[in-house]
């Protein structure tokens, strides 16, 4: 079965500063993998996926991952955080692509003026 | 218009009441899915739907029933609630033609956010 888990529940960061957001996936086969955000009140909306087509995937508002299985890791990063990516980060792995998601339990990013 | 509607999006109701929260796409979209979210907990498959006849459950079914009325509506429906069953449900969909770039991607509703007394 597959499955991801977030570490930190809550980050807190500076706006300008680097922003990393942690997930480690555990899969029998070669995952796909996606990271959602959350704004407040709202459902969820795809920063990036994983595919396997290339291992670092950039996403939007200045978001990217890199894939590296050799430490089973899908960790978000952004340079330079901006008051905007205030929210609720999900990583979330499936087996088939859009089949099945599989959640990890959320990160909320809360980001310090 | 969103392309994904949830009604309602806020609904008290008592133990043991029946209830159905409903979700319409206008994505053309042929798979569906529910999700409840949690706090702490993130978000868990419900059911999911891959056509109109074609419904299966996921990891948490246990006290749900869903409907998929046509490939555009998919409703959940809860017998009688009961107060752990209070969470914000999501309703999903995804394409599973495979040939544009977003066909991996899942499209989620605005949430309902269901609380049981």
């Known amino acids: 079965a597959q499955s991801v888990t977030q570490l930190g529940s809550h980050v807190s960061v500076s706006e300008g500063a680097l922003v990393l957001l942690r997930c480690n996936y555990s899969s029998s086969v070669p995952p796909y993998l996606f990271w959602y955000v959350q704004y407040p009140n709202q459902g969820l909306q795809l920063l990036l996926k994983y595919t396997s087509a290339a291992t670092l995937v950039k996403g939007i508002n200045g978001f990217e991952a890199e894939f590296k299985k050799s430490e089973t890791s899908f960790h978000l990063t952004k340079p330079s955080a901006h008051m905007s990516d205030a929210a609720e980060y999900f990583c979330a792995v499936s087996k088939f692509g859009n089949e099945k998601l599989t959640f990890g339990t959320g990160t909320r990013l809360t980001i310090i003026p | 218009d969103a392309d994904v509607t949830q009604t309602p999006r806020n609904r008290i109701t008592k133990t043991g009441k029946r209830i159905m929260l409903e979700c319409s796409q206008t994505?053309?979209?042929?798979?569906m899915y529910w999700y409840r979210q949690d706090p702490g907990l993130g978000l868990r498959l419900i059911y999911y739907s891959f056509d109109v006849k074609d419904i299966n459950k996921g990891e948490i079914s246990d006290g749900y029933s869903v409907s998929r009325q046509a490939q555009a509506k998919f409703s959940l429906s809860l017998e009688s609630a009961i107060p752990n069953q209070t969470a914000l449900y999501f309703c999903a969909t995804s394409d599973s033609t495979v040939v544009q770039d977003s066909w991996d991607e899942q499209y989620f509703g605005p949430g309902t956010r269901l609380t049981v007394t």
């Open positions: 994505k053309g979209h042929d798979r």
